[in-house]
């Protein structure tokens, strides 16, 4: 009996610590909250992007950006550009027409339309300077808007306004609760009164676009 105790009491003790040890040692599952699509990260990345981009077959931009991401989970699906942007922006011969320039971009792409923000600068060939911090680009209407302070110099005159609205080559453009400098020639000898708040070049002003 004592001899079999002798041997028991060993195997016990060998069994106690294999026990103690298994349990110190066993890997424990640790799981993470669900990934909410609205924080999904981008379906593709890019790096040191400079590139030429189309538009009906036709070469209209080009696109220089130290970092693109495309998202197509996030709704509206969009291109972010969180790193700064710079377009160079094409007439049908190739010719550049306008450059522009933001601190964050993002362009929707179902809606054709970008939103720039930041230090937002628009330059033209024909001399004019466009600086805010928000602007957005509408596509399909190929026009510019913004419902922020904007600023447009040009050769001729200085423009500065809450509220812009342009073509695409910045030639017929309408700035709102407006103040600014002018050359005499600007004025008839006997200007007819007109709103107070509101100064246009070119055509006649659309209905104000809705804000995305």
Not at 61 to 77: A, F, G
Not at 83 to 94: A, P, S, V
Not at 112 to 119: M, N, V
Not at 195 to 208: I, L, R, V, Y
């Amino acid at each position: 009996m004592k001899h079999i105790l002798r041997v028991m009491v060993p195997l016990a003790l060998v069994a106690f610590y294999v026990s103690l040890s298994t349990s110190c040692t066993e890997a424990t599952e640790h799981t993470a909250p669900a990934v909410n699509p609205k924080d999904s990260a981008a379906m593709m990345c890019s790096y040191g992007v400079n590139t030429l981009i189309s538009d009906s077959g036709v070469i209209k931009y080009r696109i220089v950006t130290e970092e693109w991401n495309v998202n197509t989970v996030k709704q509206p699906s969009r291109w972010e550009f969180m790193k700064g942007i710079f377009f160079e922006q094409f007439d049908e011969q190739f010719h550049v027409q306008a450059y522009i320039q933001a601190d964050t971009a993002w362009y929707f792409d179902q809606q054709r339309l970008w939103k720039l923000r930041g230090r937002v600068n628009i330059r033209n060939v024909n001399g004019l300077i466009y600086t805010s911090e928000e602007l957005f680009w509408d596509g399909l209407r190929h026009e510019f808007y913004s419902n922020v302070f904007s600023r447009i110099v040009t050769p001729e005159r200085t423009l500065e306004g809450t509220y812009f609205r342009s073509d695409e080559q910045m030639e017929h453009y309408l700035v709102s609760n407006s103040k600014g400098s002018f050359i005499a020639s600007d004025f008839d000898p006997e200007p007819v009164e007109a709103p107070a708040d509101t100064q246009e070049q070119g055509d006649n002003a659309n209905p104000k676009p809705a804000t995305p």
